[in-house]
Structures are given as C-alpha cells and as structure tokens.
C-alpha cells in the first residue's frame, strides 16, 4: 500500500519547499501525512505537493497560514460556495490596499526627512534622527 506514497524529501523536492517547512505545516494542520513506516519516516500522496503549493500561492497573495486553512476547508468541502471564497479574497484585497496606503504615508514621511537632511551637517542636529527620537506621527501633529 505504501508504495504509492512518497517521502517527505521528495514531496519537499517537487513543491520546491524544505522539509521543516512541510513539518511546520503539519503542525498548523496544513497538511498530514498519509501514512508512517515502522521506521518513523512520514509517507504522503502526490496531493501533499499539490496542497504545499496551493499554500505557497496564497501565501504570495498576503494570505495568512490561518486564513489558508479555511480556505483549504472550502475547497474540500461540497457545499461551500465560491461567493465564500470570493468575499475572503476581498477582504484580503481591501487588507492589503490599506497597507498600500500606510506604505504610501510611510513613504511621504521618508521623503519629507529625506528632503531636510543637510547632508554634510553634524549628526547632532540630523533632522532625520531628530525626528526618530520625537516620532514622526508626534512632529506632524505639531504642524497641524
């Protein structure tokens, strides 16, 4: 029955993934073996390389190793619903366009201390670390 089902190094090897990512994942209830040999090596299907890739793919989307596993729940399941699917896809679009627009003020920030640095003057009166040890949020609510 066994001969079937592969070794961890090799469904590590084919989802192009090291093994204590596969056992972190295990863990977390990703993924599972399908079976153990006597020795204690873990055997699993060729499914396991597919279901580490859909996992690294979500991953690449922002999506939380809590967040896949539900969805990896609704695909097993036969009546789930793609809406579902879909509204937690848009709640990931709408986390991630948030962070665009903190990345954003961030940036504006860094440009603004950027901008007032005299390269050449002493690192004692260095607008950029003046502004760290005041923080930035404080220095813009002084301005307005």
Known sequence: ??????????????????????????????????????????????????????????????FTLGEILGLLKLQVSHRSKCGEVKRKAEGKLNDVRSRIDSLKAIEKALIELVDTCRSRAATDSCPILKSLEIGITAKRRRRA
């Not at 295990?26 to 873990?42: Q, T």
């Open 1 to 62: 029955m066994s001969e079937h089902y592969i070794q961890i190094g090799a469904v590590a090897k084919r989802a192009r993934v090291n093994i204590q990512t596969i056992r972190y994942y295990e863990r977390r209830g990703l993924v599972s073996p399908e079976d153990h040999r006597e020795s204690g090596y873990r055997l699993y299907s060729g499914e396991a390389v597919k279901k580490i890739r859909f996992i690294k793919n979500a991953q690449e989307l922002g």
